[in-house]
């Protein structure tokens, strides 16, 4: 128990590096982005992000999990640093100069042939945030949270406040004066892609901040060590790119397989539209992302430390059990409060809200089998997750291309759900192969279906919204008690009667 407290407190510190951040983008980028644009325009910016996501797993190619593991394994652990830190510069690096050499291909490629510095600016941010990403695992291996999350709160403050600048200020400056002194910097051609140079500014403050992780390595490669490092990374890159593939494919496919209607006269405009509102209900959803992203932080460093430990099995089979708990309350907490969180997007997007419920359920199987991947890690198995990770990658492939033209966005939330639902079934029955962990299963259960019944329950129950708080506040309250009773008064009776 301990352990488990350990963990918990260890995630909760890291929590602020990674839930004030998004929190505050949540509250004031989001709801700013959805009032202030058109649905085709928040379209591109959440299309262009998906492109992020994916391109930053494949610039740190898993190398801060081969960090972890490698400073546990290692004694010179200064040198895996540098090892990891060169390799993913020098990669960063080239990248950079690939896409300033072929923008205008790739921006053609994408479908936006008129705006080739988007490419530019993407592959900036995600080579500054890929640079930035060992330092932030040196900095979690050295338990040093206050400052990661000092790091992590400027960085989002700095894109917010710039955010609040080009697209508030500067408008109205200009409108009152067409000399302002801020016409040096701004351009009303630009548009939306101020939301990107606001994020470059910010990854380079957040670089300069890093400098002195950056600073204290030795340049110079251990190339027996590299060789090592990058064969244990291989498949983790495998995973990551499959995983991203499952995140964000169903942003891209959209684009390509979203059905249009005969009536519609900007068919550009309607595509992006429904990516926009896509992207902005997924955002809803964004409180199970920051819990798992959160757990992340802290648990992959305590896995491979618990590893030494005589009761892990014991502790991983708690750990996944109070990790579901949590996942659960945050489900019932956003689907029973709705009526609140709704708010937090434009009225025009939420036309989408009906795949909230999918998503959250989505992203709770996706934790979960984060939490079953420790038995590949442990045991240097990292290919299984490759196969795990590229299986669910054609499940969400094929899923999109069938459910999409019939289903629009609504048929990406359900192929998001099975394939991650897929993930955490597989990972488990092969984990129980290769390293058995004792699940409480059956309980684990009990509350999925409870938690599942509840939310039927409380849909059904929706006559007015005075009754609807009601219904909200018990049901929520019935399963908090169900928890304690389970997990608290219950294990306390046992402990009484063996002590007896």
């Known amino acids: 128990m301990n352990q488990l407290k350990k963990l918990a407190g260890q995630t909760a510190v890291y929590g602020l590096g990674t839930i004030v951040p998004r929190v505050l983008n949540y509250l004031l980028l989001t709801p700013f982005y959805t009032y202030l644009f058109v649905e085709s325009k928040y379209g591109v910016i959440t299309e262009l992000y998906a492109y992020v996501a994916f391109l930053l797993v494949l610039l740190t190619y898993g190398m801060e999990t081969t960090y972890f593991r490698f400073s546990e394994s290692e004694q010179n652990k200064d040198k895996v640093y540098s090892n990891a830190l060169i390799s993913v510069f020098f990669t960063s690096i080239l990248f950079v100069l690939f896409a300033v050499i072929f923008r205008q291909p790739l921006a ?30 040196k900095l979690r291996k050295q338990n040093q949270a206050g400052r990661f999350v000092m790091i992590k709160i400027v960085n989002v403050v700095i894109n917010i406040v710039l955010n609040l600048f080009f697209f508030v200020l500067c408008p109205k400056l200009i409108a009152e004066n067409k000399d302002s002194i801020v016409a040096i910097v701004y351009s009303k051609k630009i548009g939306v892609g101020y939301a990107f140079i606001s994020n470059i500014v910010a990854s380079a403050i957040s670089l300069l901040i890093l400098l002195p992780e950056l600073t204290k390595i030795k340049l110079k490669i251990d190339k027996a060590l590299l060789k090592k490092m990058l064969s244990y990374t291989f498949p983790l890159l495998i995973v990551g790119i499959a995983g991203m593939v499952n995140e964000v494919a169903d942003k891209i496919f959209l684009k390509y397989l979203v059905t249009i209607p005969e009536t519609v006269k900007d068919k550009s405009a309607y595509v992006l539209a429904q990516i926009g509102i896509y992207g902005a209900n997924y955002k809803i959803a964004v409180l199970m992302s920051i819990f798992i992203q959160m757990f992340r932080f802290a648990a992959e460093p305590f896995f491979f430390a618990q590893a030494k430990e005589k009761n892990s099995n014991k502790t991983y089979a708690d750990v996944m059990k109070y990790f579901i708990i949590f996942g659960l309350l945050i489900f019932l907490g956003v689907m029973l409060f709705m009526d609140i969180f709704q708010v937090f997007i434009g009225p025009a997007y939420r036309v989408g809200l009906h795949i909230v419920p999918i998503v959250l359920l989505a992203n709770l199987f996706l934790g979960i089998s984060f939490n079953l991947s420790i038995w590949y890690k442990l045991n240097n198995m ?43 079934l597989f990972s488990y029955f092969l984990g129980q192969k290769f390293y058995p962990v004792k699940y409480e299963i059956k309980r684990i259960a009990i509350y999925f279906i409870v938690a599942i019944i509840f939310y039927v329950i409380h849909e059904f129950l929706k006559f007015n919204q005075v009754f609807n708080y009601i219904s909200s506040f018990l049901l929520m309250g019935i399963f908090f008690y169900l928890i304690y009773y389970f997990e608290i008064q219950q294990r306390h009776i046992i402990s009484t009667n063996e002590s007896v």
């Open 108 to 137: 053609s490629a994408i479908l936006y042939p008129k705006n080739p510095e988007y490419i530019v600016w993407l592959a900036v941010i995600v080579s500054l945030d890929a640079v930035t990403a060992i330092p932030f695992a």
């Open 382 to 424: 990292t290919k299984y997750g490759a196969v795990i990770s590229i299986l669910s990658a054609i499940i969400t492939i094929i899923l999109n291309i069938v459910l999409i033209p019939s289903y629009g966005y609504t048929g990406s939330a359900w192929a998001t759900f099975l394939c991650y639902l897929f993930m955490m």
